[in-house]
RNA sequence: GGGCCCGUGGCCUAGCCUGGAUACGGCACCGGCCUUCUAAGCCGGGGGUCGGGGGUUCAAAUCCCCCCGGGUCCGCCA
């Protein structure tokens, strides 16, 4: 719990100040590897060793003599070993306070305070020329997972899908709208990623239609700049719709909602990209140069030159992505993107453009690819794993895991396993860190035999059936924590309790593994927990009815964690 | 060619920002545990030059430099 560290953190630095009155920094609270070694440590005789010219150990023990001298709550001992200084948690005050606090609080348990802040995230953002696949999943995933834990940590989140409906892939489709005829009988991102790739090799096999693409473009644009409603613009507009509602359909099967779907063109048609340009002009880094003008960022130390408009007139995606951020930056506290790694250029000049004009600058979360095994994906060759097909497959082989299993009923079977190929898809992409590029093997992404997401869920079930069995026992109230607790029930309590720590860190630094990771550690200490500690067969009744609270607490924590992952807890499986 | 990212036991992965106690877990492997709360589990075991080499430090997976391997970017594409 935070309050007792931070008391533990403040009498350190008293006890400092008595021997040493210069500055040492933050003190550090550590954890000892083991719980023989305590549960916090402290390593700041190491760093005091050097200015008072004194052995670590000595300074530890000195230090250990002041410390004793104060009562710090929930601390019983404090031991010098080693040039650390460790302390000892009282775990039945600690326990008592701690699992009392989850229960009460439930599904609020984590739960930060309003931060009056608001904070636009956008994610995914795919074009809507075809299907979802794994890498936009990547996208997704981490995305969504974080927009829940931002949430939850007390921020006002809401999340913006930026539709690229400008670019010469959209004016591809619609070319092909006219030349191909659309599937109505498949799902319709599929359908429409099909005129992609057959566009695509028609435009190969005859490069003179080129042409055709661009004077797509241009018109698109034209009519945008006149705000005409001509049939181009409807044309598009049918064609990302119809792509799009494939897409969300996808993303609403992963438990994923964006609140603001934000068109490209929206940029165009109100002039703001326009005023942008008009903007950057004025900033006196332009240069001249191939009949074009361009933005000089050398300032930046970015070498590439930022071209303002084409030689025909038309604008390009960086300068309406500029439009688009200008904007957004203006709406929010803190803007977020979420982009795969091919775009940190991007970023950096779009950053470099939005300080010129004295603009806030998004934080951005760079992933690497999800690559195959035989290689990189292309939507234009059509060489992709799509989410539909993944999520499809993952069900089938849940259902018969689940079928095999035989603890659920029949009419369960289907909605229990749409939970578990969820969550072993979600929680196996959201719990490696975004930066670690990925290889996608079917049988990783959907084992459930033992790794990842199962094992969490199955802890959670086994929760949910004790306190079930326990409800049947009525079991008396008792004075909680009132025995020798076990190593397994300390270590379990104290992971229970990390976990607004863990909210806390994983939100502010943007980084949802970490959530992820701590909950599959969760698990582990409850299993262990469980495997080693009678609960309902245990006979001394103030133990009984202590357990079956950790039992209640963990069960909490598990379904606000996974919650906040986009992931449900099936109850049993 | 230059920039950025990745490289942790046979495989996957955490830790790296903010340097410290035997490098967290999982898969696979070996040995125990189901007349006992769901064995998708528990307990124990073997297995590591943290890509390589220098450096800084009392202390380096972690910080700095060089190198090797992989990815990615360097469009009047998005």
């Not at 670590?56 to 080693?82: G, Q, T």
């Not at 950057?280 to 332009?286: A, K, S, Y």
């Not at 795969?340 to 939005?354: M, P, R, Y």
Request: aromatic fraction near 8%.
């Amino acid at each position: 719990m935070i309050e007792v560290e931070n008391t533990i953190k403040e009498v350190i630095y008293r006890k400092v100040q008595e021997i040493y009155k210069g500055d040492v920094g933050d003190i550090k609270l550590e954890e000892p590897p083991s719980l023989k070694l305590g549960d916090y440590s402290t390593n700041i005789s190491f760093r005091l060793a050097r200015i008072l010219k004194r052995p670590p150990k000595v300074i530890a023990e000195e230090l250990v003599e002041k410390l004793k001298s104060e009562s710090i709550p929930y601390v019983v001992d404090i031991r010098a070993v080693n040039g650390y200084i460790n302390f000892f948690l009282d775990y039945n005050s600690y326990a008592k306070l701690g699992i009392d606090r989850i229960i009460k609080e439930g599904e609020n348990f984590g739960r930060g305070r309003d931060r009056d802040k608001k904070i636009i995230l956008e994610h995914t953002s795919a074009n809507p020329n075809g299907p979802l696949h794994i890498g936009h999943g990547r996208n997704a995933i981490i995305g969504d997972s974080l927009k829940r834990i931002l949430e939850f940590i007390g921020y006002d989140v809401e999340t913006h899908y930026y539709v690229n409906d400008m670019g010469r892939q959209e004016a591809v489709v619609v070319f092909g709208l006219e030349k191909f005829e659309i599937d109505r009988d498949k799902k319709p991102d599929h359908a429409m990623g099909e005129i992609y790739i057959k566009t695509n090799k028609l435009l190969e096999e005859n490069p003179q239609l080129e042409e055709e693409i661009g004077r797509i473009m241009r018109e698109y644009e034209r009519a945008l700049e006149n705000r005409e409603d001509s049939p181009i613009v409807e044309r598009f507009q049918w064609a990302v719709n119809y792509a799009l509602e494939g897409i969300k359909e996808t993303l609403n099967n992963m438990n994923i909602q964006h609140d603001t779907f934000v068109w490209e063109s929206n940029y165009v048609r109100n002039g703001m990209v326009r005023d942008v340009i008009k903007r950057l002009m004025e900033t006196g880094n332009v240069i001249e140069e191939d009949n074009v003008y361009k933005l000089d960022l050398s300032d930046f130390g970015i070498e590439k030159k930022l071209v303002l408009t084409r030689g025909d007139g038309t604008t390009l995606y960086s300068t309406r992505d500029i439009a688009y951020h200008l904007d957004k930056m203006a709406r929010c506290d803190r803007g977020v993107d979420v982009l795969g790694a091919d775009h940190k250029l991007t970023v950096q000049i779009l950053n470099a453009a939005l300080k010129l004009l004295n603009s806030k600058t998004p934080e951005v979360i760079f992933y690497e690819f999800i690559s195959l095994p035989e290689g990189s994906m292309s939507t234009r060759r059509g060489r992709f794993i799509t989410l539909d097909e993944v999520l499809k497959e993952a069900e089938r082989r849940a259902i018969g895991e689940v079928e095999r299993r035989g603890v659920a009923r029949e009419e369960e079977i289907e909605e229990i396993a749409r939970k578990i190929a969820l969550g072993a898809i979600r929680y196996n992409i959201v719990r490696v860190s975004p930066e670690k590029p990925m290889v996608f093997k079917w049988e990783e992404a959907l084992d459930f035999e033992k790794v990842g997401c199962p094992v969490i869920q199955y802890a959670h079930a086994r929760c949910c059936r004790i306190l079930e069995h326990a409800r049947e026992m009525k079991v008396e109230d008792r004075e909680l924590f009132n025995y020798e607790m076990t190593d397994q029930e300390k270590i379990l309590v104290k992971t229970l309790l990390k976990f607004p720590k863990i909210l806390e860190i994983s939100g502010e630094s943007l980084k949802p593994h970490i959530l992820a990771n701590y909950m599959l550690d969760v698990a582990h200490k409850f299993n262990s927990f469980y495997g080693n500690c009678p609960i309902l067969k245990e006979k001394d009744n103030s133990i009984l009815h202590s357990r079956l609270k950790i039992v209640e607490a963990t069960k909490i924590v598990i379904e606000n964690g996974l919650r906040l992952l986009g992931i449900e807890c099936p109850g049993k499986m």
